[in-house]
């Protein structure tokens, strides 16, 4: 199975962008997989932010749509996730995960370690 | 937006004790329902999807049932490693939710 590493900055500014990485290994960003990201407040639950897959077809949570894009770079086997005008809500740890295009589970079945971000002044 | 309500959120139980986690959706999702296990400092760990389909690898003590509106995961004899963080998550239209969680602890 693939494995997934999250990377990008731990501190972000109020307002400002947040931008992560995620680098895919063991397996190729074209494989039958759409590509993910899951954040968790600390001490909270999880939270689905978006979803990308090779073709660049993508789905957005519905709520944070308007300032959220993830794009994927084939030639480097990675996505990423750009979050715009963040507050202090948007403090988190980001994961990164691969749902398998299978029709069948509709789940998130590899995850990254997870990566910090504060937003803070 | 489908709303996810686990109970309870916290529970106790020992060690070979049977323990039962519900998980209850604001509309039908039909049978499109996961749970997750996560530990401190970890990513979640895929157990069930498919609401009672378990996934490769994961010990027969957990088994997940429902469909509809109502769901639970059963832990069947409570070890040591179970105490975590459990989350249903629905899927609906290419749109994603997941419970609150439920934290099992061992008395």
């Known amino acids: 199975q693939v494995q997934l590493q999250e990377s990008g900055p731990g501190l972000v500014k109020p307002s400002g962008t947040l931008s992560l990485t995620c680098a895919v290994s063991?397996?190729?960003?074209?494989?039958?997989?759409?590509w993910s990201w899951v954040r968790q407040p600390p001490g909270k639950g999880l939270e689905w932010i978006g979803e990308?897959?090779?073709?660049?077809?993508?789905n957005y949570n519905p709520s944070l749509k308007s300032r959220i894009s993830i794009s994927v770079d084939k030639s480097k086997n990675q996505f990423s996730l750009k979050l715009s005008s963040v507050t202090a809500a948007d403090t988190a740890v980001y994961y990164c995960a691969s749902r398998p295009d299978d029709g069948v589970r509709m789940v998130f079945a590899n995850w990254g370690q997870g990566t910090l971000v504060t937003v803070s002044s | 937006d489908i709303q996810m309500t686990q109970s309870p959120s916290t529970l106790f139980a020992s060690v070979g004790d049977r323990v039962t986690i519900t998980c209850r959706a604001s509309q039908s999702i039909s049978y499109w329902l996961a749970w997750y296990q996560q530990k401190p400092g970890k990513a979640p760990k895929l157990l069930i999807y498919?609401?009672?389909s378990l996934e490769s690898g994961v010990s027969s003590r957990f088994s997940g049932s429902g469909s509809g509106t109502e769901f639970t995961l059963t832990i069947s004899s409570l070890q040591p490693e179970d105490s975590a963080t459990y989350y249903c998550q629905q899927y609906n239209s290419y749109s994603w939710t997941f419970g609150q969680g439920t934290k099992v602890e061992i008395k």
């Open positions: 990308i897959y090779h073709g660049g077809n993508t």
């Open positions: 498919k609401a009672s």
């Open positions: 063991g397996g190729s960003i074209s494989s039958s997989n759409w």
